[in-house]
């Protein structure tokens, strides 16, 4: 039988107390680590106000009314000043005929209303433009898609989902679009049909 030195036991009794405390101590962090993670996702998706009814209205530099954002509920969350729609509509005025109007079931507006990006039955609708300067009128635009980038600023607007556009009787599908409202153009991107009805001058549909 080997006999330890004398107190040898002596010295492995605090060595032991010491590695369990270490222990202990690494545990601890651990814990504290994989629970911070959860605090801060919660405080990010804390809202600091709700407003019920909501509308933003955003004007230019000669005090007439650029556009204008209206929901059925707003939730403003602070942590990256964004904040969540319900039931929106953007509103812009057009001269000389009605408004453009898009709507979504649900919308999140970033940087003060800068940027929106639209989800789910996303309908925009453009008033035809009547007959000017020798040009023939134009009808009405419908586009409908499941999500819409809208920079209302710079009067553009993009999806890289697909898209119908209706203009008068004439259809045109695809996959992925760019919309450009100040110049009254827009392009599509892939998988395009078209089904084109030629508008006889000045007759408006």
Do not use: C
Request: neutral net charge; charged residues 25%; proline residues 6%.
């Amino acid at each position: 039988m080997r006999l330890l030195p004398r107190g040898a036991a002596g010295a492995a009794f605090p060595l032991g107390i010491m590695l369990l405390l270490a222990f202990l101590t690494l545990w601890l962090e651990r814990t504290i680590e994989l629970a911070t993670p959860e605090v801060r996702r919660s405080a990010i998706d804390t809202p600091d106000f709700i407003v019920e009814r909501f509308t933003l209205t955003r004007l230019g530099e000669d005090g007439a009314r650029r556009y204008s954002v209206a929901a059925t509920r707003m939730t403003h969350v602070p942590e990256n000043d964004t904040s969540f729609l319900s039931d929106l509509t953007v509103t812009q005025p057009l001269a000389g005929r009605a408004d453009l109007k898009v709507r979504a079931d649900r919308g999140i507006m970033v940087a003060g209303g800068e940027v929106m990006h639209l989800h789910d039955n996303v309908n925009l609708f453009r008033p035809g433009a009547p007959a000017a300067g020798g040009n023939p009128a134009s009808a009405d635009m419908h586009m409908h898609t499941s999500y819409l980038r809208v920079v209302p600023d710079s009067d553009q607007a993009d999806t890289p989902e697909p898209v119908r556009i209706e203009e008068g009787t004439s259809v045109l599908r695809g996959r992925g679009m760019r919309f450009d409202n100040r110049y009254r153009r827009f392009a599509l991107d892939t998988e395009v049909r078209a089904v084109y009805h030629r508008i006889a001058p000045g007759v408006r549909q």
